[in-house]
T-cell receptor
Framework: NAGVMQNPRHLVRRRGQEARLRCSPMKGHSHVYWYRQLPEEGLKFMVYLQKENIIDESGMPKERFSAEFPKEGPSILRIQQVVRGDSAAYFC??????????????FGQGTRLTVV | AQKITQTQPGMFVQEKEAVTLDCTYDTSDPSYGLFWYKQPSSGEMIFLIYQGSYDQQNATEGRYSLNFQKARKSANLVISASQLGDSAMYFCAMREEYNFNKFYFGSGTKLNVKP
């Protein structure tokens, strides 16, 4: 029973390139969350998706960032024209049902993005 | 205002001793959940323990217990009989009933267990 799978684990991009981060939720989970962790900080919420729907993107930067969770395949977090400040660890989490205050989320191992 | 505050950037504890990691929170929602996660050097986030705001008793999970003081809005994690493998970052997090789409995380406490 595989957990939340994120790939790649490490990603290096030059400024101006695009970064694509993938997340496959746990089997049976249809709700995905993306978080960003800057160095020496806690995780910050970015976006919450269900299959084919963005439910809450209040934590997403207004430009260059987008996320999707198609009917088939993994969830994708896309960062266009990356800048050095995008360097961070990006975590995906999944849950089996709609979020509730007492529902823990299961996290992937994260993708560490380095922009050079 | 910070939703979750962890005031200890780093802590040391001797192996086999108990240690308390502090966490205070801020919310106006009467219904919420509090979580602790462990992040070892490998980077993954591991769920440890959960406390609901209406739970009468403090949560316990093996060597982990949560010292929940609702009036003080604190949810400290207690690790008993520390082991070398407990060395990691520890994050306190909260989820609110009316805004359950997101976790709010603290900045973390780095725990080092000394042999």
């Amino acid at each position: 029973n595989a957990g939340v799978m994120q790939n790649p684990r490490h990603l290096v991009r030059r400024r101006g390139q695009e970064a694509r981060l993938r997340c496959s939720p746990m089997k049976g989970h249809s709700h995905v969350y993306w978080y960003r962790q800057l160095p020496e900080e806690g995780l910050k919420f970015m976006v919450y998706l269900q299959k084919e729907n963005i439910i809450d993107e209040s934590g997403m930067p207004k430009e260059r960032f987008s996320a999707e969770f198609p009917k088939e395949g993994p969830s994708i977090l896309r960062i266009q024209q990356v800048v050095r400040g995008d360097s961070a660890a990006y975590f995906c989490a999944s849950s089996p049902r709609q979020g509730h205050k007492d529902t823990e989320a299961f996290f992937g191992q994260g993708t560490r993005l380095t922009v050079v | 205002a910070q939703k979750i505050t962890q005031t200890q950037p780093g802590m040391f504890v001797q192996e086999k001793e108990a240690v308390t990691l502090d966490c205070t929170y801020d919310t106006s929602d009467p219904s919420y959940g509090l979580f602790w996660y462990k992040q070892p050097s490998s980077g993954e986030m591991i769920f440890l323990i959960y406390q609901g705001s209406y739970d009468q008793q403090n949560a316990t999970e093996g060597r982990y217990s949560l010292n929940f003081q609702k009036a003080r809005k604190s949810a400290n994690l207690v690790i008993s009989a520390s082991q070398l493998g407990d060395s990691a970052m520890y994050f306190c997090a909260m989820r609110e009933e009316y805004n359950f789409n997101k976790f709010y995380f603290g900045s973390g406490t780095k725990l080092n267990v000394k042999p």
